[in-house]
């Protein structure tokens, strides 16, 4: 498991949509949706086993048109297998265990845990995990982002939890190398406010 792994699956992206507990059919609307307004990432959680249908219609979509999906809220091993059965490009965490993301690139999967902490922070580090998402962003705030740049200069984050097109863009000027966007999309208006920040900053 590489820095390159997520430098390769973020490219340019700015916003990452997440698509949590939505029907398939919603799931692959949506998704078609973000990508035709240019946000490329899109993460489907698999808490629950049934929402890995969602995540396996998502990646055929994305197959058809050369996107890739993440599987996210990855809790254990079982759920790694099944996101890496589904298709899933990559799999995220709310919180910092080793043995996931030990999973995940067993599986051939870049993993992104989340840490709230220096101290989670330098552990992942410390396991060769430079992308980490930020949870609870909002809780957190722009400030941390600032901060934690200064003594961990090398880590990338993606800032989740609590983000929408009113914030975002705060984070993203505080260093933030990505904003995951996920409940806040029950307001389909914010997929286009988003997607003006999607790109790289002009």
Known sequence: MTTTDFDHIFGTARVMAILRGLPVA???R???RAWDLGIDVVEVPVATPDAVPALRAAVE???ERGRIVGAGTVLDESQVVAAADAGAAFTV???LDLAIADAAAA???PHLPGVATPTEAQQALRHGLTWLKAFPAISLGPAWFKAMAGPLPQLRFVATGGLDAGNAAQFLNAGVRVAAVGSALTDETQLDHLAKLAGHPS
């Open 30 to 32: 949506l998704a078609e």
């Open 26 to 28: 919603e799931t692959v």
């Open 61 to 63: 979509a994305g197959r």
């Open 93 to 95: 965490a709310p919180g």
């Open 107 to 109: 599986r051939g999967l």
